[in-house]
């Protein structure tokens, strides 16, 4: 029986961001999400709509928040490299543990890691072409979900565009997850907290309406396959 999904459980905590969580466990799931994001987060759709023409007008930067094990970034370089295009990638994360296992897996991408929050960033005025983010959404409070997106907008100046991808929260997302991920519970997935993460994420995660209802103007809420969000805000002159 999936647990009550009508509202956020914002009070649900993820085991990955328990500081003292057990750093095998942690690091194996940190390796497991190129398999999860593979599979839902449709990296593919990001790199062909949002990333690719741009980079084919000039040599763009690209800022990941929230990088995690860094795969989405690893990906858009290998994508980016296939196509003999250019950029510059950095994989942000506030939490060392993750930038750590990240760089020491960066294997020939070239990304650029760095352990740092939003707001770091924007106090140097740093600004990028394109700012993504993959299941950051859903970790943050009420209070920092505003400051996220408002970091974010700066970041990527009058210009740049913003991109946040996440799941959408729904009994269907939580039945697929629980039943297709059951079967690898024992064996891809085991000595990770990937399966008990995702459930937890899903029930903290937002539906369409309410992510629409926080986001500020000029910000857009698009629903995706398989139960995925997008928070996108165009840079002002791409606006309809
Ligand atoms: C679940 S992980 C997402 C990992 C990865 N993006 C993926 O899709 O596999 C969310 C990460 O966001 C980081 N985070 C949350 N708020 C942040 C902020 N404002 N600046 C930088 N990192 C942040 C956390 O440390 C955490 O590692």
Sequence with gaps: MPPELSARAAGARELMDDPGADRRMLERTYERFRL???VVSRPGLLYRRDIRPRARRRTISI?????????????LARRLHRDGLAASITALDADARATGWAEAHDDGAGVRYR??????????????DVVVSNHLLHHLTADELPELLADTGRLAGDRGLVVHHDIARSRA??????AGTWPFAGNLLAGSFIRDDGLTSIRRSYTAEELSAVAPAGWAVRRGIPARLELRREPPDARP
């Design 63 to 75: 800022l990941d928040v929230g990088a995690g094990g860094g795969d989405l970034c690893r990906e």
């Design 115 to 128: 352990c740092a929050h939003t707001s770091d960033l924007v106090r140097e005025g740093a600004v990028f």
């Design 36 to 38: 999860v994001n593979a």
């Design 173 to 178: 997302a939580y039945v697929l997850f629980a």
